[in-house]
């Protein structure tokens, strides 16, 4: 990185040096003077430092609107549906710590079609590029896979991945879910999975 010297530093400087010159030939073998000149001489070093910043470079912030936005929508599903959830939800972060995605998750506290339609809205209208949910799990019909294939439906251009089912909808992609996701070892390959579908979509 190159670093350019602060213009106003550099004229602050040029116009300080001249009359600090003179007052130091003035002021030699006069103490009271001397003593006088050195505390003008450190109000004047202070503004200077305060006008130019120091010279130091001011800190910047990430910039991460650009990165991809993965969102997990949760339901109050059964325990087998919350573990794949929680498990979700590592590889997620797991992800995120590449820098280069963002990972939200929102609440959808019901896994009813036509009343959980909003919040997978909600998740589009904050420009989640891929929606996460929890399947069927056990009996057909249970967890959020007819939730997601409305919304899919009602958003053909929006990317979903539905964790423990399958779909033939498009824009659906499926993880498999582990047989028994009570099990750490268990969580850990789904979190696995959930990290590396984000990582090669982005």
Not at 60 to 76: G, M
Not at 104 to 127: E, M, S
Not at 161 to 172: K, M, Q
């Amino acid at each position: 990185m190159i670093h350019r010297r602060n213009p106003i530093s550099m004229r602050l400087t040029t116009i300080t040096a001249r009359p600090v010159h003179r007052l130091t030939g003035l002021v030699r073998g006069h103490p009271v003077v001397t003593a006088v000149t050195a505390a003008v001489l450190v109000v004047v070093l202070s503004l200077t430092a305060l006008l130019t910043g120091g010279g130091s470079t001011q800190p910047r912030a990430a910039n991460v609107s650009r990165n991809f936005r993965a969102c997990l929508l949760v339901s109050p599903a059964g325990a087998t549906d919350a573990r794949l959830s929680q498990a979700s939800w590592q590889g997620m972060q797991d992800a995120a710590r590449s820098g280069r995605v963002n990972a939200q998750r929102f609440p959808a506290p019901t896994i009813d079609v036509k009343a959980a339609l909003p919040y997978f809205n909600g998740a589009v209208q904050h420009h989640c590029e891929l929606i996460v949910t929890v399947g069927t799990v056990g009996t057909v019909g249970t967890g959020m896979k007819p939730a997601t294939e409305a919304a899919a439906r009602a958003n053909p251009h929006q990317e979903f991945v539905i964790i423990g089912a399958t779909s033939a909808r498009p824009r659906i992609s499926a993880i498999t879910a582990p047989d028994d996701p009570a099990k750490a070892q268990a969580g850990k390959k789904l979190a696995d999975k959930v990290s590396a579908f984000i990582a090669a979509r982005h």
